[in-house]
């Protein structure tokens, strides 16, 4: 294969991470707990944050911040999850490259 085939190829490959990447980042993903929910970009940016105030005493606050915690980290791991999956047949053996 000559160089600029090469080149050609490095290119292509660079263009579709990227498309992959930008599909991903204006994916919204949603993380759940209990009466919690949370919508999150693919850019990790949270866009929505819904509590069911009907589920909700007063003495729970300490309780629905666990409940956050948790859906947020919930939404945050399907982002990951979701870029493995897409990227990592660009990224095979450079961990941690997005």
Known sequence: MNMQAMLKQAQKLQKDMMNEKNEIDQKIFEGSSSFVSVKVK???????????????ESDDIEMLQDMLQVAINDAMKQIDTETEQKMGKYTQGMPGLF
């Not at 693919?42 to 909700?56: F, P, Q, R």
């Open 42 to 56: 693919g850019t990790k940016e949270i866009v929505e944050i819904k509590i069911d105030a009907e589920k909700l």
